[in-house]
């Protein structure tokens, strides 16, 4: 509304809101996110102003936990299940109407939905202690694993084949051993083809009116009342 009374009726034009998801990790950075198009960014723009509005309806210039840059490029940092949302930016700047140059005062709309993207069981423990990234640590000591144990039953077949003359109570077949992944979600969290088609794998926090009271991997639909905040693990 502010922006609307600023400008003068005549010379005032919009476009469409755009709208973005966008995947954070838990205890992570957002990447940056743009106040701008690609076609926008091609164009010559005049005296750009950025505003830019949280989840909570804050306006975010001068809040502790964001980086804003000059040109309208927003980070929140250290991000949060409670900090997911809405992220919204109006752009307003002038451009040069090439029939009558004049000067037309434009306002863009630029919306990005930011989704919490967990880790596995146990992040809440160990991955505030340490600096880097937990799912990709978790993820390759699974992996170190799988293949120590698949070691160990290679050297038992070898141990028990050239070093035993009894038929031993214990033998290792070839190509038995497998790992089997496990698809589940923290609660609170759940996966959804539909609505996050970009990232249909990821675990990623129930949106208002949903919650996950387990490891399941889906967010359930509350019946009233229903949960209003985020990353619900039951409904209130």
Request: hydrophobic share 35%; proline share 6%; glycine share 6%.
């Amino acid at each position: 509304h502010l922006i609307w009374n600023l400008v003068h009726p005549d010379r005032f034009a919009t476009r469409g809101l755009k709208q973005l998801n966008v995947y954070v990790k838990v205890f992570t950075n957002s990447p940056f996110l743009v106040c701008m198009d690609l076609a926008l960014s091609q164009e010559r723009i005049i005296d750009p102003n950025y505003l830019w509005i949280g989840p909570d309806g804050t306006d975010l210039r001068g809040q502790g936990y964001v980086n804003l840059t000059e040109t309208g490029k927003l980070m929140v940092m250290g991000f949060r299940v409670s900090m997911s949302g809405a992220y919204t930016c109006t752009l307003s700047h002038k451009v040069i109407e090439t029939t009558t140059q004049q000067e037309i005062e434009m306002v863009e709309a630029y919306k990005f939905m930011v989704y919490v993207n967990p880790f596995a069981p146990g992040w809440e423990e160990i991955c505030q202690k340490v600096p880097y990234d937990c799912e990709d640590v978790t993820n390759r000591r699974v992996r170190q694993a799988a293949e120590r144990i698949g070691k160990f039953f290679h050297q038992l077949k070898h141990v028990l084949k050239n070093e035993f003359h009894a038929v031993p109570t214990i033998q290792y077949v070839d190509n038995s051993f497998s790992m089997t992944p496990i698809d589940s979600c923290r609660p609170g969290f759940g996966k959804s083809h539909h609505t996050h088609q970009n990232c249909a794998s990821c675990c990623v926090v129930c949106v208002p009116g949903t919650y996950s009271p387990n490891n399941e991997v889906t967010c359930r639909t509350c019946a009233s009342p229903q949960a209003r905040v985020y990353g619900a693990e039951f409904c209130y």
